[in-house]
């Protein structure tokens, strides 16, 4: 299935990311071609199959007990940080 | 002018009173300095996975317990695709198509005493998001993500309400609910019990439901009346104008008391749910839901039942004197402590001076300055006849304001009622001498003097003449056409 | 040194023939002299590793044996290490230094191996071939024209030209069977949950396993050994005992039932199946029977693994946004900004494509006909697999329907580089173990044979490699020049 320019422009807005106009083209193409490759599914009869959502069937979700492990570490872990001011990650305005 | 009819459905975020997060071991205790509480599952980093407090699914439990909901025996966590700066995931782990409760029911009561049920779709785990901060940040927004993590039960309600007041009545209950069973503190003003708020109009008989819009993040009670107030007046000014309404997600701004749309959600978002690979599906087995069974305490309208029933209470006064398990307790107590009978003298001091006092300071029934056994001790000397209901009035503002029991206030205030028939003659005899005029006119049909000549003991006694006594001699005394 | 066997090193280093430090030393060089024309690494931690070396040997000193004690290792850079970069073969993660150990390279530390490095990969794990890296692509030791395979490239070139003595990989899709079996090496990938996914980069969680590349069964059996076992930290992790996988693996085959995948023959190249003959006629002559078995379903894997995956990456990698690590684009005018160019700058395309293939497949209007559909097939595969299963003990195919291919020759078509997976994804699906071990050369480059156990059957599956490798020596060859 063919996807168009603006089909693709919806979708990248969606995952938040920025495509050239140069590059817009080679993206049309190759997912369009994705989703054609993919569209195979479509053929296959699954009737009423439940979807398998992980690998081990039968499991079920552990549960912790309800404790506090951890302490506070923000230092270290805002070394990575691109902008931190007084122990806040720093973005442009967030308008709401 | 149309009749139009409101349809207006609530979801609220109630944050979950564990100890730690629902995915992470941090600590969920507010206050705490920026991004202090917020571990590497918090913050999202790569490779951190979840893993879910057992608690969390306990509450969630006893709370479908308590509105005779389905527990899911086998629910989903979804994650909720979306990116905003606070959700560090660019996901929030929701549930969606398998919530671990399914329909419940609550019954409200209304400003006018009629019960109503309200429905109650769904509620389902998912986890809070973290805080943007805008104050000493110019075009730019700091954020905290000490919240993010935190558990919260959305409560989805059916589309039940019909005005403004049945609402705040339904958020009241849940509020009261979750208090209860200690799933929650429900602080507001700490963000521990949000509401959001779904309204549309039609015009009445119809079936089909308006277009509605979303209101967002009420806090308040007062918000939450005053925001769907406005909401319907404009949908309906709209409609009648000939505009539509749309959908959309909006704010209530309280300083200017009007709802706003919010721009940044103008766009349908798709969230693209899916379950959470991360997660197994949770099951949920009879051992489980009984062992929840066990700790849940009794419910608000089983104590107010059982108010009405034990104490010949009204069902009002039952439902106020049950609002909260704190102010239940307190009042139970301050009942035993009396003789039989006066479960209404205790009922009315609770629901009257005491919660004024309490509302006045803005303080709680857990800190309050008079406690049960001052109370007792208090009204024990109105039944025993010490003194006057009117008199108790000012002995129970200086017991809250000074701190000292009931009896030591009557005696250094000298507030004993007189209960002596000779010394209130005495005074009614000085009164009626004083005041002539009076006398005469009362006697010859003016009736209401009566009250004039109660009003005169009362000031030359200080208010302690005992008014029943005081009614009876006062009656002998003025004779005549005299009648109180 | 670097032709031994773990077995053997351990030996050599239990009786002090050689410490862990003059091993380490022997790697390291090697590294510098080999490594610049294969680009198998995007970090060295020398300075690191010796003294984790001299470590380890005062812990020999002091009396203390373990199977990896002072054995050197090379990390994928997708996993987690407190202290260094941990970049994932990204731009968006070319700046971030990890600060946590993930739980398998915690268990290793703990079992006294010394980390040299981490190995380039495919970015973020995705691709076939190892071209997509920030870093550059991996050149194939037996030809450095040809890409080693993905997305663990790195790891696969470093062990085949004998830098380290193995290497860990993951494997979503193949990503370690793949390019075991173009390089020459043995590649494991353990059951889904065997191994801790903590602190493991994520690409598709309910694909991912954590594995490991050896140049024997026996030494990825005892790699296994340390990487295996439940972590709380992992909810999708299984809590099942882990049994003593060098144990067994010397049981003789006799009964053991190998199923052929009769779809995997059909339209098989000539040279590549007569590999496949000659591996069967091994295995009967060692005692095990051999019959047809038919997964109907598996045609539908690739189709179903390119909407799965993509769907859980799309997701898993929204957390790339600028904001509390990793690449932030240049002055970013506002929040939008800050999020579009930070992705769209900081990831690389065959990235981008597989975010935009998955936010596609499950996105209104369109999750029905995908996401929903593939997980059906997903259960169909499954099912199939397990028939499999009652009839037989392991599942037998190449790893790849060819060798090496050029680097650049199949970059422009991302459906032509995503067949390279038709043999390896069904096990991926079904969260079955799988082997690749060298079975022969084609055109003087590598091949592999893959064998897949049903649920933790890692002991069985290498048991099988095992007794192959006993009586072939295909695993023992080097690449010329690495010898």
């Keep these: 299935m063919s996807l168009t320019r603006q089909d693709v422009e919806k979708i990248a807005h969606l995952a938040r990311l920025s495509i050239t106009d140069q590059e817009m083209p080679v993206y049309v193409s190759s997912l369009s071609s994705i989703v054609t490759f993919v569209d195979e599914l479509s053929r296959s009869d699954t009737e009423g199959v439940l979807p398998m959502a992980h690998p081990l069937d039968g499991q079920h979700q552990r549960l912790r007990a309800d404790a506090v492990s951890e302490t506070d570490n923000h230092e270290k872990y805002q070394r990575n940080a691109p902008s931190v001011t007084a122990g806040l990650y720093v973005v442009p305005r967030v308008i709401e | ?484 | 040194m670097h032709n031994l066997f773990i077995g053997e090193l351990a030996e050599r280093l239990k009786k002090r023939q050689i410490s862990s430090v003059e091993l380490t030393r022997h790697f390291l060089s090697r590294i510098e002299r080999l490594n610049p024309a294969l680009n198998a690494f995007i970090t060295l931690t020398a300075e690191q590793a010796l003294a984790d070396a001299a470590a380890a040997d005062a812990r020999l000193q002091a009396g203390e044996r373990g199977p990896l004690l002072g054995i050197p290792l090379i990390h994928k850079d997708i996993f987690c290490t407190d202290g260094v970069k941990t970049s994932c073969g990204s731009r968006m993660l070319d700046n971030f230094v990890a600060p946590y150990d993930a739980t398998v390279v915690a268990r290793f530390k703990a079992a006294g191996t010394v980390m040299l490095g981490k190995s380039n990969m495919d970015e973020f794990a995705m691709g076939s071939s190892n071209e997509t890296s920030y870093y550059g692509p991996v050149k194939n030791p037996w030809d450095i024209s040809k890409v080693p395979g993905g997305s663990s490239g790195g790891s696969a070139a470093a062990t085949a030209a004998r830098l380290a003595p193995f290497a860990t990989g993951t494997d979503t899709g193949g990503s370690i069977r793949q390019p075991a079996a173009l390089t020459g090496v043995t590649g494991l990938k353990p059951t889904y949950g065997r191994v801790s996914r903590y602190g493991m980069i994520a690409f598709a969680s309910s694909l991912d396993q954590a594995g490991v590349f050896a140049r024997s069964a026996a030494d990825a059996a005892a790699a296994l050994q340390i990487m295996a076992g439940f972590d709380a930290r992992d909810s999708t992790s299984v809590d099942v005992p882990v049994p003593d996988y060098s144990k067994d693996l010397g049981s003789p085959l006799k009964g053991l039932k190998i199923g052929l995948l009769r779809e995997f023959f059909d339209g098989l190249e000539p040279r590549n199946a007569a590999l496949i003959e000659d591996a069967l006629n091994i295995y009967t002559g060692l005692g095990a029977e051999t019959r047809e078995v038919s997964l109907p379903h598996l045609p539908l894997s690739v189709p179903t693994y390119y909407v799965v995956a993509p769907a859980e990456c799309s997701s898993n990698l929204s957390r790339f946004d600028g904001v509390r690590f990793g690449y932030r684009c240049e002055n970013p005018k506002d929040l939008l900004d800050l999020y579009k160019r930070s992705r769209g700058e900081g990831f690389g395309a065959e990235v981008k494509r597989r975010i935009m293939t998955g936010t596609y497949v499950l996105s209104a209007g369109y999750f029905d006909a995908y996401y929903l559909k593939a997980q059906k097939a997903r259960r169909l595969i499954t099912n199939d697999f397990r028939s499999a299963f009652e009839k037989v003990d392991l599942v037998i195919s190449p790893t790849t329907p060819t060798p090496a291919f050029d680097i650049g020759a199949k970059m422009n078509d991302p459906v032509l580089m995503y067949l390279n997976d038709i043999y390896t994804i069904g096990a991926n699906l079904a969260g079955l173990p799988g082997v690749s071990v060298p079975c022969g050369f084609v055109d003087d480059l590598p091949m592999g044979l893959q064998l897949i156990g049903p649920h933790f059957g890692e002991a069985k599956l290498l048991n099988a490699a095992h007794q192959y490798q006993q009586a072939t020596d295909w695993h023992r060859h080097a690449p010329r020049g690495y010898e």
């Design chain 2, 1 to 484: 002018m149309r009749d139009w009819e409101v349809v207006i459905g609530l979801e609220i975020h109630a944050q979950l009173a564990t100890m730690s997060k629902i995915f992470s071991g941090s600590a969920t205790a507010y206050g705490a300095p920026p991004n202090t509480q917020a571990n590497l599952v918090d913050l999202a980093y790569p490779g951190v996975l979840p893993v879910l407090n057992a608690r969390a699914v306990q509450m969630a439990v006893k709370f479908g317990l308590a509105v005779d909901a389905t527990v899911a025996r086998r629910s989903v966590f979804a994650r909720k695709n979306y990116f905003y700066p606070d959700l560090p995931k660019g996901y929030q782990i929701s549930q969606y198509e398998l919530p671990v409760v399914a329909r419940g029911t609550l019954k409200v009561m209304l400003d006018d005493g009629v019960v109503k049920t309200i429905g109650i779709t769904r509620a389902h785990l998912e986890e809070d998001a973290g805080k943007s901060l805008h104050e000493g940040l110019a075009n730019a927004s700091g954020i905290d993500l000490n919240r993010a993590g935190t558990p919260l039960l959305e409560i989805v309600s059916e589309p039940d309400m019909r005005s403004a007041k049945e609402a705040v009545a339904y958020m009241k209950k849940v509020h009261t609910l979750v208090r209860y069973l200690e799933i929650c503190d429900g602080n507001m003003q700490e963000g521990s019990f949000r509401c959001d708020a779904n309204v549309s109009v039609r015009p009445k008989g119809e079936e089909k439901l308006g277009t509605r819009a979303e209101i967002k993040n009420l806090n308040s009670f007062r918000f939450v009346e005053k925001a769907i107030q406005y909401e319907i007046a404009r949908q309906v000014e709209l409609i009648e104008s000939g505009g539509k309404v749309v959908q959309e997600t909006r704010l209530y701004d309280s300083d200017k008391d009007e709802t706003r749309s919010m721009r940044s959600k103008e766009e349908a978002n798709d969230y693209r749910y899916f379950p959470d690979p991360d997660l197994l599906p949770v099951e949920i087995d009879e051992k489980f839901i009984e062992a929840v069974r066990l700790t849940l305490p009794e419910l608000p309208d089983q104590k107010a039942a059982r108010f009405a029933k034990d104490f010949g209470l009204s069902a009002y006064d039952a439902g106020v004197l049950s609002a909260s398990r704190e102010l239940g307790a307190y009042f139970e107590a301050v009942v035993a402590g009396l003789k039989a009978g006066h479960a209404k003298l205790a009922a009315n001091w609770v629901m009257g001076e005491l919660s004024s006092a309490l509302n006045r300071d803005n303080v709680d029934i857990e800190h309050s300055r008079v406690n049960p056994v001052q109370l007792i001790g208090l009204l024990n000397r109105i039944v025993d006849e010490t003194i006057s209901g009117k008199i108790a009035k000012d002995v129970f503002e200086a017991m809250w304001s000074e701190g000292k029991p009931a009896d030591a206030i009557i005696e250094a205030k000298g507030l004993r009622q007189i209960t002596d028939a000779g010394a209130i003659e005495g005074v009614i005899d000085a009164v009626m001498a004083a005041n002539p005029k009076q006398l005469a006119d009362y006697r010859s049909g003016k009736d209401k003097l009566f009250g004039f000549f109660v009003g005169q003991v009362m000031k030359a006694t200080e208010g302690k003449a005992n008014p029943a006594q005081l009614n009876e001699l006062l009656k002998k005394k003025l004779g005549g056409g005299g009648h109180a």
